[in-house]
């Protein structure tokens, strides 16, 4: 039998993609914001496509923001932007 592919959505382009394929974006207990590498971190996470397009339309709706229930802050998106590359 296959291996089951973990999907996630994208909150930007609302694709279903497997995991590998997405970052994973957390808030944790805190209140800080972090790009989770290890896909296991605590808090309220969010995925969004290793993709700066994805990046730049989850910037301009918002969604990034509704999905973790916080406000996105200009230096952070420069870090999203750097773990994409």
Known sequence: ???KIPLR???ATGEQLPKKD???IVR???GTLAVDTTGKANG???YLKKDLEAVAKAKK????AR???TKIPDEF???IEAAIH
């Open 1 to 3: 039998m296959a291996k």
């Open 9 to 11: 959505r994208c909150v």
């Open 22 to 24: 997405l970052l994973r």
């Open 28 to 30: 944790t207990p805190e």
């Open 44 to 46: 309220r996470g969010a």
């Open 61 to 64: 709706t918002g969604a990034l």
């Open 67 to 69: 999905a973790l229930e």
């Open 77 to 79: 998106w420069a870090e």
